[in-house]
């Protein structure tokens, strides 16, 4: 079957740096997507990965190793409005994108 | 252009009737999404449509839930004698096309709450 892991929750301080992690296991890969989605709100597009290495915007980098499976998103000097999910998603090798269960990132001042 | 258009963005049904999810993808987009995400879970995946045709609906219910993308008009998700477990925020989302760096752009979402 076809897997994505991350962390149910995480709690960071404002200001500081941040590592969500994401393993996958999927038939096939076609890229990885980072989305951010505040609470009652819809998901909004972060990052695409589909080549190994650190992808760098902004406060925001994506990393991907594929050939462990991984992926990790960074976020850089914390803010308040950081406090959201974040989802890390696969696209198979039907170019259907594949969703984890979100991280809920938690910032406290 | 706004993106994608979802309406209601607010929608109560009493059990027993029907609750219709209107989306209007991006301009340009013909590949369009519908996702349920019940509060602190994940999006789950529901169907996949292109104009006129149905790709993939493997995580549709087989029971109640239909969907459709005419030539024209917006993409309706339809649930027939609706039940308190379809309470939830439905969400639809549009692409391009279907292929790598292929990402969503997703609609507001319907939230519905069956009383």
């Known amino acids: 079957g076809q897997n994505i892991d991350q962390p149910t929750e995480m709690t960071a301080t404002e200001g500081a740096i941040v590592q969500i992690n994401c393993t996958y296991q999927?038939?096939?890969?076609?890229?990885l997507f980072w989305y951010q989605q505040h609470a009652g709100e819809a998901p909004t597009f972060l990052s695409y990965n589909v080549l190994d290495g650190l992808e760098e915007k902004g406060r925001f980098s994506s990393f991907l190793s594929r050939s462990k499976g991984y992926s990790y998103l960074l976020l850089k000097e914390l803010q308040m409005k950081d406090s959201a999910s974040y989802l890390c998603a696969v696209v198979d090798s039907n170019y259907q994108l594949i969703w984890g269960a979100g991280t809920k990132l938690i910032i406290k001042p | 252009n706004a993106g994608v258009m979802q309406n209601p963005r607010h929608l109560v049904r009493r059990r027993g009737q029907e609750a219709r999810l209107r989306c209007s993808p991006m301009?340009?987009?013909?590949?369009v999404y519908w996702y349920r995400q019940l509060p602190e879970e994940g999006l789950k995946f529901m169907v996949y449509?292109?104009?006129?045709?149905?790709?993939?609906e493997s995580g549709m219910p087989k029971e109640r839930f239909s969907a459709e993308f005419p030539k024209e008009g917006p993409s309706i998700l339809r649930i027939q004698q609706v039940v308190r477990g379809d309470s939830a925020a439905y969400f639809c989302?549009?692409?391009?096309?279907?292929?790598?760096?292929?990402?969503?752009?997703f609609g507001s979402g319907t939230r519905l709450t069956v009383v």
């Open positions: 301009k340009g987009h013909s590949h």
């Open positions: 449509l292109q104009k006129e045709n149905i790709i993939d």
């Open positions: 989302a549009s692409s391009p096309g279907r292929g790598r760096g292929y990402g969503y752009t």
């Open positions: 999927t038939s096939g890969f076609n890229g």
